[in-house]
């Protein structure tokens, strides 16, 4: 299908005010708070890398995070040269979350803040409207039709007063992202700025995915299946592994990588066992050498329930790597057909028919990752992306 690059919700170019002009010399922007509920391991947590891969002193920003995390995200940032600090709440219905939030915004210099996901809309929005502050909101998923729980309920129906009532600006990382939250949005301007990843590295990349596949047991042959991803239940890793499994019959020469950390990983490595697949199954855990990883592997499998934009399918893809995806969130607008397949979610047995077809023929394995290269070159352009983002708060700040 893909992207229709002339829809106009999409700012896939340099805006027209701003051609033919360098970043650097764009009218200074805006100090920018930027806000994450917490810096563990997650595609919006990371695309807070892309800004300070991309940032110079026309778009200064500061992180702050609602909750600690022990990812090691913290640091990593502040290695970059990023001011990073942590408010520390508590339960969002603790009075002292929300007076820690207000002092924090209160004292915080910058006109603009930018908030990603549900605590920190929910917390933050209220708060930096009242106090004179202009408010963006970037959203990441598309929204379920359907909470299971009364909490999760709660914070859906929270997130959708504040974000009609105290948002200036909506960014959202895809079409479907975008249709599945518009009954949410108020009146302000909204657009659809795709996720952007830094360009691949090539050299000595080879090397190292060889070494490495040797490192993890995976002999000349073998069929190597990766997932990169926190280990929750939006991403469905127990129909990867019941796709696995049956994967394994017919191809008994295959392996599952899956990189990442989360609650649901005592359970996974249960169910791994139960399945008679654990031997061939390898939890690796938070890993710095993702890209590596997706260049020592054949297939990039991803179960989703629900996404947005998955910044570990462009990773993927922009290495070379052919896709077993389900249908979800702006995946089926991004992985053309001749790139991977698509299957419906929950379906384990065709997430498996499509591995093994996949896994069985060579030369569609190769021509898919001449695909997925081709394809991935439009979300590599980090500059691009910035003149789009800071357009944004020029735009915000000039209402």
């Known amino acids: 299908m893909g992207y229709d690059f002339g829809d106009p919700r999409i700012v896939n170019e340099i805006p027209k005010e701003f051609e033919n002009v360098e970043v650097s010399v764009l009218e200074p922007c805006p100090n920018v708070l930027q806000v994450i509920d917490n810096l563990s391991v997650g595609g919006a947590q990371r695309l807070l890398f892309a800004f300070a891969d991309s940032t110079d002193p026309i778009m200064n920003f500061r992180v702050v995070a609602l909750k600690a995390s022990n990812s090691g995200l913290a640091d990593e940032l502040r290695a970059q040269g990023v001011d990073v600090s942590i408010v520390g709440i508590g339960k969002l219905k603790s009075i002292a979350s929300w007076w820690r939030v207000f002092k924090m915004l209160k004292t915080a210099p910058e006109p603009v803040v930018h908030l990603h996901l549900t605590y920190s809309i929910i917390l933050c929005a209220p708060i930096a409207k009242s106090i004179g502050k202009k408010v963006v909101v ?21 997130e959708a007063i504040v974000l009609r009532r105290f948002v200036d600006y909506y960014i959202a990382v895809g079409n479907a992202v975008l249709d599945s939250n518009l009954d949410r949005m108020g009146a302000a301007p909204r657009q659809v700025i795709l996720n952007v990843i830094p360009s691949p590295s090539e050299e000595g990349l080879s090397e190292s995915a060889a070494q490495l596949r040797q490192s993890l047991d995976a002999r000349p042959g073998d069929l190597v299946l990766l997932s990169t991803g926190r280990l929750t239940p939006q991403k469905d890793h127990l129909t990867m592994l019941s796709a696995f499994a049956q994967v394994l019959q017919a191809l008994p020469n295959s392996w599952l990588w899956i990189a990442g950390e989360g609650a649901s990983k005592p359970m996974l490595e249960e169910v791994a066992e139960n399945l008679g697949v654990a031997d061939r199954v390898l939890f690796l855990g938070v890993r710095s050498d993702v890209e590596v990883l997706n260049a020592a592997s054949d297939i990039f499998v991803l179960s989703s329930a629900w996404e947005g934009l998955p910044l570990a399918l462009l990773e993927a893809m922009a290495q070379g790597v052919p896709v077993v995806s389900t249908r979800v969130g702006d995946v089926p607008d991004v992985l053309p057909p001749n790139a991977g397949f ?6 384990p047995k065709s997430f498996s028919a499509a591995i093994i077809k996949l896994g069985q023929d060579d030369e569609l394995r190769k021509s898919m990752a001449r695909n997925c290269r081709q394809v991935s070159k439009r979300f590599v352009d980090l500059g691009v992306w910035k003149t789009k983002i800071i357009k944004t708060y020029l735009q915000v700040m000039s209402d």
């Open 342 to 347: 698509l299957v419906d979610t929950y379906d």
């Open 138 to 158: 970037s959203l990441h998923n598309v929204r379920k039709s359907s909470q299971k729980t009364f909490t999760k309920q709660l914070l859906s129906w929270l």
